[in-house]
């Protein structure tokens, strides 16, 4: 129960940073509202996945019973509009996150080459003036490259990410 509350207090700092826009609100309210035609409050699960694409999201199924574990535990059929919210919000603040990493990529990757090279991670380096070696940074890459390329791809700079944020 104790790895229950801390993922949902995680999830909960995730919303937080989200402000939603009334537009935003609005999408939100008439997604639900195109799965609860009868206006009983309440959506069935199994249409959230199509709620979701409504949204612009891709998510797997997985991901989507591991949010319905999170918001709904007591109820997994169905979802309130408020636990609906819940769910949309864990979900954009996940992309917002995604964005934010992606940001923070192509700011390393200036010569736009989809990696990371040893002469992008110096020339960071040298900007935030941290006095790193070139065997320092090196070896900052190669506990990254998964490949064995000798650079850093978008998707071994996400899974960086990811570790550093999990505790």
């Known amino acids: 129960q104790a790895s229950t509350s801390k993922r949902q207090s995680a999830h909960k700092k995730n919303t937080i940073k989200v402000d939603l826009t009334e537009g935003q609100k609005a999408d939100i309210k008439e997604a639900f509202d195109l799965f609860d035609p009868d206006g009983t409050g309440k959506i069935a699960t199994k249409d959230l996945k199509v709620a ?15 949010l319905l574990a999170d918001v709904a535990p007591e109820c997994p059929n169905q979802l309130s509009y408020e636990e609906f919210m819940k769910v949309m919000l864990i979900k954009m603040s996940e992309e917002e996150g995604q964005n934010e990493i992606l940001r923070a990529f192509r700011l390393f990757d200036d010569d736009k080459t989809g990696k990371i090279s040893f002469e992008n991670l110096k020339r960071v380096a040298i900007e935030l003036e941290e006095n790193l070696t070139d065997e320092e940074l090196l070896d900052m890459i190669n506990q990254v490259d998964e490949d064995g390329d000798g650079q850093i791809s978008l998707e071994e700079f996400v899974k960086l990410f990811k570790s550093m944020s999990c505790p």
């Not at 979701?52 to 591991?66: D, L, S, V």
């Open 52 to 66: 979701f694409r409504a949204m612009g999201f891709e998510p797997t199924q997985k991901e989507i019973q591991a």
